[in-house]
């Protein structure tokens, strides 16, 4: 009989949580006790997919059957635990590749069952806001995030651990999508944002590329102009046989999608009054972010809480802090669990009704 829920503790001190994460290219696991981590792996097919510029569904979900078990047992056996020893399990069924996801719910079902321990389903972008959690063992909302991943570019407001505000996101591409658009143009390899990273560190920022909704467009972003005005730039340049340096179009285009990104993000902590300013996704792994972002919250006196670059990028740890939100909230999934691939902003942060406030002592 599966009943993992009888006589579970919501307030028990540290609760032990797997986190399982196989949402796009990266099979994931992870655990934590309490916000503290204790292991965490990843099997990635990246390089597989650098090969056809970018990730082909069925490679993905191929890699994960193949890894998941593996990846798994190396997180428990690393983080120096047994199973009996695992409060709950909690896995990202949506947002990503249907395929890629229902590999890990699959998962993380059988094991849940196979061991009677509860199941928490995570939403792949709330783990991104939960990596903060890892990070500042301390940090409780209200803070504001910015979130800059591959489908995703927001600033929002985390009221309370399950009340959040959208106060802007992107009107098309999202940052983490530019970088890998423009990486293209420029011959460079997938994944694009750190090789965008990487050939700008050799250039200066001198090509002069659009204002970005900078100064406007309240807390709301474009990227799709910037994307253009790079593809005319080299296009340009193509035509009329002229050279030009990669290095400085990938430092222009950095300096243009990251600017805004730090403006706004500082600019909706002050008028929201907040002392954290948080940030995730993968382009919160870029160094002149990063760097840019500590600059800005330093002199306007807000306090960064900037998680390490592996916890920008997907990975479980995020997807057991997050699952530990859920826990202590009473939000539990069961054996009817499915994968998602598209969930929209606004639905990813609604506030799911806490079954602890109907049923005390679940
Ligand atoms: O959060 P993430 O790993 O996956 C999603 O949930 O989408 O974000 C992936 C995105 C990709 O577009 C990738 O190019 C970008 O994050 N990214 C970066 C860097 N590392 C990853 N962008 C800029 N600089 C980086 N160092
Ligand atoms: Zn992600």
Redesign the pocket.
Known sequence: MYEPLKGIDLNKAEPIILGIETS?DETAAAVIRGRKILSDEIASSADIQALYGGVVPEIASRAHTDAVAEVVQRAIKNAGITHADIDAVAVTYGAGLLGALLVGVSFAKAFAYALNKPLIAVN?IRG?LAAAYLDCQTLQPPFVTLLA???HTAVLYTKTQSEFEILGATLDDAA??A??KVARVLGLKY????N??RCAKEGTACVEMPKMLKGGGGYNFSYSGLKTAVINYCHTKEQKGEEYSKADVAASFQHAAVDVLVEKTVAAALEKGVTFVTAG???A???YLRESLKAACDKNGLQLVLPEKRY???NAAMIASEGLVQYRLGNFADMTLNAKASIPLAATLETVQSRRANSEGV
Do not use: K, Q, R, W
Request: proline share 8%; with cysteine; hydrophobic share 15%.
């Open positions: 796009c792949h991104h991943s591959g489908g983490g999508e970088f890998d994944p694009g944002g750190p965008i990273e996704g993968g382009v792994a870029n160094t920008c990028t997907d």
